[in-house]
């Protein structure tokens, strides 16, 4: 190993990296792991060792074999403050106490690495602002789409080039639960129910079924690839909750599947650049490079205008895998730190203004049980062109239950702004000759 001339860290130029690790669930018990097995080539890597320093739990009588529990202390608070901490792995998740303990780790000279997607798509800019300040690192790549790297890609490979779209299937749990539903039949519970034993599940299964885990990386994606502030709570979001066997069944007719995606744009509105963030689900033809992405798998296509169409593919949870992405920012901490540089910081210059769902352009498949009677073919017609919102194709099928009397409409519309045809579906709602409003979801992907 080479000596260092000079140490920014002030000790000995040879000395190791301490490091200290807040949190040891999931993919905390897989980072501490990997340090351990690693060590010398995590060493040869960095150019000099990573040592732990401690591991931050919440009870240390828990049994986790494999890690030295002399490590292991109650008071994350204390060991963020350590003289002697170097980098410091936030693996807790959530808002607090992680923002406070990274805020002081950061005060304290360290470098950060954190998988937290909630906190930084919450309160991001005043973390990258307290690293700036203090000149150290905040790394993120497992916060989006766990080991697949997209964070570097955006914020460095593509940081030349004008990122047009980005999207993605940027959360496991309901990628595996929507998948199971398409391809088995599976019930909504049961999936979950597997999903959380894999390890795919946030603590709280709500913030992946309803949409938060996904906003939260929508959030990151948008803000790094627009080089603006884009925060939570500008994002649409809506879960896969609603999401019915009936909804699956005419995603099948239509040759299309269901995915719970991820919606990042930037378009030219009125004179200027407006962004879109949104995550729902949506029907996207088979055809589509999002639809065969199955399992806990996650995928992000980006689009740019001189690199075109690129697609990331890979684990997008599970703690070997989020694991995998906490480790490569925490060599790459750890060499700048060691070459005494800091890598990029935040790039949020352009500020492009975020539009309201409404304003979005987006393509309704909208299938209705009518009466089966003349003129209600036109009745449905006139209701889409009172909302300027062009049909597509159409389709009729007689219904098998005779005493119905009735017949199924299956429609899909040309692109359109989502006010208008939110309205539509209101008002075919409200015609005598619509018995029902079987299934809405947009359409995505060409
Ligand atoms: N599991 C995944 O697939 C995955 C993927 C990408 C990102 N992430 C993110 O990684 C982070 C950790 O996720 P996880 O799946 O390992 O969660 P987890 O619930 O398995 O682990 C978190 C651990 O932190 C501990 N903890 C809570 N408060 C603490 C405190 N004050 N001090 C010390 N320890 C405390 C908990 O007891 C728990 O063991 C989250 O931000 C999550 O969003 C997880
Ligand atoms: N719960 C998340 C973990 C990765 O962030 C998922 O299912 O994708
Ligand atoms: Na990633």
């Known amino acids: ?43 040869a890597r960095v150019g000099r060792p990573l040592e732990l320093a401690g591991i931050a739990v919440r009870r240390t009588n828990i049994d986790r074999p494999g890690i030295d529990p002399a490590l292991f202390t109650t008071d994350a608070d204390e060991l963020v403050a350590r003289d002697d901490v170097d980098l410091v792995v936030e693996v807790i998740g ?18 950060v690495v954190t998988a937290n997607k909630a906190l930084l798509a919450e309160d991001g800019p005043r973390l990258f602002e307290a690293a700036e300040t203090a000149g150290v690192d905040l790394y993120y790549e497992a916060a989006v789409a766990g080991a697949i790297p997209i964070i570097r890609p955006l914020r460095e490979s593509l940081v030349g ?7 993605g ?40 079924v309803e949409g938060f885990d996904a906003a939260a990386k929508a959030a990151i994606l948008a803000g790094l690839a627009f080089h603006s502030r884009v925060t939570a709570a500008d994002v649409h979001r809506e879960g896969i909750t609603e999401i019915s066997s009936a909804d699956i069944a005419a995603a099948k007719l239509m040759d299309c599947t269901v995915k719970a995606l991820a919606i990042c744009t930037s378009e030219e509105v009125e004179g200027e650049r407006r962004i879109s963030v949104r995550t729902h689900p949506a029907m996207i033809p088979n055809s589509h490079p999002l639809a065969s992405v199955g399992g806990a798998y996650n995928a992000v296509v980006v689009e740019s205008t001189n690199a075109g169409r690129l697609m990331f593919y890979g684990p997008g949870a599970g703690g070997d895998p989020t694991a995998s992405a906490v480790m490569g920012d ?11 540089a800091a890598g990029p910081g935040e790039s ?6 975020v539009m309201g769902m409404g304003e979005v352009v987006t393509r309704y498949f909208i299938s209705l049980e ?9 009745t449905v017609a006139a209701s889409f062109a009172e909302h300027g919102v062009s049909v597509q194709t159409m389709r009729q099928e007689a219904l098998h239950r005779a005493e119905d009397g009735g017949a199924r409409l299956v429609l899909v519309t040309h692109s359109a702004p989502e006010s208008a045809l939110g309205a539509t579906v209101d008002a075919l709602a409200n015609l005598s000759e619509v018995h029902e409003v079987l299934s809405v979801m947009r359409v995505e992907g060409e």
């Open 1 to 43: 190993m080479t000596t260092l001339q000079s140490d920014p860290t002030g000790g000995p130029a040879d000395r190791p990296l301490r490091v200290a690790l807040l949190g040891c669930g999931v993919v905390g018990s897989a980072v501490a792991r990997l340090l351990t097995e690693h060590a010398s080539d995590l060493t």
């Open 94 to 111: 959530g808002i607090e106490p992680a923002r406070t303990l990274i805020l002081s780790a950061i005060a304290n000279g360290a470098s």
């Open 161 to 167: 080039d004008d990122i047009t779209t980005v999207m």
């Open 169 to 208: 299937i940027v959360n496991g749990t309901t990628n595996f639960i929507l998948d199971k539903m398409h391809t088995e039949g599976s019930s909504f519970d049961d999936v979950l129910a597997e999903a959380q034993a894999l390890g795919y599940a946030e603590a709280d299964p709500t913030a992946d």
């Open 330 to 340: 925490l060599v790459t901490i750890a060499r700048n730190r060691v070459r005494g």
């Open 348 to 353: 949020a210059y352009a500020q492009r203004p």
């Open 370 to 378: 009518v009466i089966d009677q003349p003129g209600v073919l036109a």
